[in-house]
C-alpha cells in the first residue's frame, strides 16, 4: 500500500464523524498542523468537536468563523480551531501572529486553509470531508512524514 496516498472513509452519519475524529485525535502528535477542507457544512466543525470530545473537553465547539480562532488547553496540550473563511488577505495571519500558534506543544485545526495559502506552513495532514446527503466521505491525505505516521495508526 501507498504510504502516501489517502485513506477513506464513509462516515454514515454525525455519530460515526465525531467517533472517528476521536481515533484520528490519538494518533496526533503535539506539533501537528491539520488542514480540514470541504464545503460548508460539510462537518469541518463537527471533526474538531469530536477531536475535542476526545482529549476531554465538554463545553460548546462552535466554528470561530467570526473570531478567527478558539484555543483550548487540554492535558498539557494547547489546541487551536482555526476558521479562515471570512479572512481578507493571507497577511492577516501575520498581523494576528499564526506563527505564535504553530508551536511544537500545540495542535492546530485549520478551516478553509487555501484562505492562508501563501502564509501559511505546509499541513502534515489535510481531512477532506464531502457530503453525500445525510453521510459523509472523508479523505485523511498524509501530507509529511508526520501525517503518513498519523494514517498509519489510523488503519
Do not use: Q
Not at 506539533?31 to 482529549?55: D, Y
Amino acid at each position: 500500500m501507498n504510504p502516501s496516498a489517502p485513506l477513506l472513509v464513509y462516515l454514515p452519519d454525525e455519530a460515526a464523524t465525531l467517533s472517528f475524529a476521536g481515533r484520528f485525535y490519538r494518533a496526533l502528535p503535539f506539533g501537528c498542523l491539520v488542514f480540514l477542507r470541504g464545503n460548508l457544512g460539510a462537518g469541518k466543525t463537527a471533526f474538531v468537536r469530536g477531536c475535542l470530545r476526545e482529549a476531554g473537553y465538554n463545553g460548546a465547539v462552535k466554528s470561530p468563523t467570526f473570531t478567527l480562532v478558539e484555543e483550548y488547553f487540554l492535558g498539557g496540550c494547547a489546541v487551536y480551531h482555526f476558521d479562515l473563511y471570512r479572512l481578507a488577505d493571507p497577511e492577516e495571519l501575520e498581523w494576528m501572529g499564526m506563527r505564535d500558534y504553530l508551536r511544537p506543544d500545540a495542535i492546530c485545526f485549520i478551516e478553509w486553509p487555501e484562505r492562508g495559502e501563501g502564509v501559511l506552513p505546509d499541513a502534515d495532514v489535510e481531512i477532506d470531508l464531502a457530503i453525500e446527503g445525510a453521510s459523509r466521505n472523508l479523505s485523511v491525505m498524509p501530507i509529511s512524514s508526520i501525517g503518513r505516521k498519523i494514517k498509519e495508526n489510523l488503519m
